[in-house]
């Protein structure tokens, strides 16, 4: 029988360019990740939307 383990300590946020897109890993509060695939475009949309609530 395999062992449980607890869904806790799934990381930071990781961002990575793979191929022709950036992946985004956002670890969720009841476990798990969200995994998002953007493009240049829209990653950089995405940082001036977050800038703008953030500041």
């Not at 969200?34 to 977050?50: C, D, G, Q, R």
């Amino acid at each position: 029988m395999a062992a449980m383990k607890p869904r806790t300590g799934d990381g930071p946020l990781e961002v990575t360019k793979e191929g022709r897109g950036i992946v985004m890993r956002v670890p969720l509060e009841g476990g798990g990740r969200l995994v998002v695939e953007l493009s240049a475009t829209e990653a950089n949309a995405l940082s001036e939307a977050l800038s703008a609530v953030a500041s």
